[in-house]
């Protein structure tokens, strides 16, 4: 299983930016998938997740209203379009995979840095 995120770069403070996030050996659409993130010094956190029923999203506090995670089953491919930046946005992305109903996200791509200038 490959899971390889892109898009990343840097950008200013109110701008937005669509990072994507390929996948490889699996059955996609038998996946959730979730974006998280992890600013230098600070833990790993919980972006988004989409399931693999279709529509069904839920988003951190931080994100929701400005971010949204959408997935192409028929391209295997994840985005997260980032709407209103802000500098507290820069982070390494990470891609993640989550096998239906297991507990927790089983495969994580390399990540993609992000970063917003004030």
């Known amino acids: 299983v490959q899971l390889q995120a892109s898009g990343g770069g840097l950008v200013q403070a109110g701008d937005s930016l669509r990072v994507s996030c390929a996948a490889s050996?699996?059955?996609?659409?038998?996946?959730?998938m979730g974006w998280f993130r992890q600013a230098p010094g600070k833990e790993r956190e919980f972006v988004a997740v989409?399931?693999?029923?279709?529509?069904?999203?839920y988003y951190a506090d931080s994100v929701k209203d400005r971010f949204t995670i959408s997935r192409d089953n028929a391209k295997n491919t994840l985005y997260l379009q980032m709407n209103s930046l802000k500098p507290e946005d820069t982070a390494i992305y990470y891609c993640?995979?989550?096998?239906?109903?297991?507990?927790?996200?089983?495969?994580w791509g390399q990540g993609t840095q992000v970063t917003v200038s004030s």
């Open positions: 993640a995979a989550k096998y239906r109903y297991s507990v927790r996200f089983d495969y």
């Open positions: 050996g699996l059955t996609f659409s038998t996946y959730a």
């Open positions: 989409i399931s693999w029923v279709p529509g069904s999203t």
